[in-house]
């Protein structure tokens, strides 16, 4: 009766890996991050970046170039900013991902392959 039990117990739990499963651990990928805008123009230029007026207002400010900017991406989860595409709502395509910090302008974001409808930021 016991080794009808214990073989029992190991039947189930050998059952419960399935054939060739493995226990690798996940590896958690973080977005990359677009670079904090200083604030003022000479710590903008000090930062590399370009210091002027930005969006339909004309506000002064610092653009900065984004670490992935215009690399291929099929989702924004893979820029530092937004993957962007020039293809019609709907389609599945890539696109590229934001150049700057700078989000002025109307852009199609692109999740999980997929372009989105255009949002418009000014």
Same mark, same amino acid.
């Given at each position: 009766?016991?080794?009808?039990?214990? /073989?029992? %117990?190991? /039947?189930? &739990?050998? %059952?419960?890996? @399935?054939?060739?499963? +493995? $226990? *690798?651990? #996940?590896?958690?990928?973080? #977005?990359?991050?677009?670079?904090?805008?200083?604030? +003022?123009? $000479?710590?903008? &230029?000090?930062? @590399?970046? =370009?210091? @002027?007026?930005? %969006? /339909? &207002?004309?506000?002064?400010?610092? +653009?900065?170039?984004?670490?992935?900017?215009? #690399?291929?991406?099929?989702?924004?989860?893979?820029?530092?900013?937004?993957?962007?595409?020039?293809?019609?709502? !709907?389609? #599945? *395509?890539? %696109?590229?991902?934001?150049? +700057? =910090?700078?989000?002025?302008?109307?852009?199609?974001?692109?999740? @999980? !392959?997929?372009?989105?409808?255009? &949002?418009?930021?000014?």
């Amino acid at each position: 009766m016991i080794r009808r039990f214990i /073989l029992f %117990g190991l /039947l189930a &739990l050998a %059952g419960c890996a @399935g054939p060739g499963a +493995t $226990t *690798a651990p #996940k590896v958690a990928v973080s #977005k990359p991050q677009m670079p904090v805008a200083p604030e +003022t123009e $000479t710590g903008c &230029l000090a930062a @590399g970046g =370009n210091w @002027g007026p930005v %969006g /339909l &207002l004309g506000t002064e400010a610092c +653009t900065m170039t984004s670490p992935t900017g215009g #690399k291929q991406c099929m989702d924004s989860s893979e820029c530092a900013g937004e993957c962007w595409s020039s293809e019609p709502p !709907g389609s #599945k *395509a890539g %696109g590229y991902c934001q150049p +700057t =910090n700078m989000p002025f302008g109307c852009h199609a974001s692109v999740v @999980g !392959g997929v372009v989105q409808p255009a &949002l418009c930021a000014d």
